[in-house]
């Protein structure tokens, strides 16, 4: 599966941005896809993933209650609403899949960027304060 992020750009603190990932290839539902940023000098990070039926859903703590993370199949994207934005958001947003479609019980797993199999290239959101 190819994914491709696209959304992001520059935003006052406060505002919002809304990111999107759209796949080509096999089955969209049949992945689990998630978002991780990389803020310059600064590790890979996880943000959020969803479930391949988009029933199950899961956040940093870093994130949770500001950002929500989304998926349409018929369209073949998974969405990331951030809200509330900060200086320490900056960053390059990445989406990856996951070949399994259901989340796995290990949180830690879920956040594990070498857990994904498939990455898209990244989408520069800057956010200034």
């Known amino acids: 599966v190819q994914l491709q992020a696209s959304g992001g750009g520059l935003v006052q603190a406060g505002g919002s941005l809304r990111l999107s990932c759209t796949a080509s290839?096999?089955?969209?539902?049949?992945?689990?896809v998630g978002w991780f940023r990389q803020a310059p000098g600064e590790e890979r990070e996880f943000v959020a993933v969803?479930?391949?039926?988009?029933?199950?859903?899961f956040y940093a703590s870093a994130v949770k209650g500001r950002f929500t993370i989304s998926r349409d199949n018929a369209k073949n994207t998974v969405y990331l609403q951030m809200n509330s934005l900060n200086a320490e958001d900056t960053a390059v947003y990445y989406c990856?899949?996951?070949?399994?479609?259901?989340?796995?019980?290990?949180?830690?797993?879920?956040?594990?960027?070498?857990?994904?199999?498939?990455w898209g290239k990244g989408t520069q959101v800057t956010v200034s304060s």
């Open positions: 990856a899949a996951n070949s399994n479609p259901i989340l796995s019980p290990s949180k830690r797993n879920r956040g594990t960027a070498t857990k994904y199999d498939y």
């Open positions: 290839g096999r089955t969209f539902s049949g992945y689990a």
């Open positions: 969803i479930s391949g039926s988009g029933g199950s859903t």
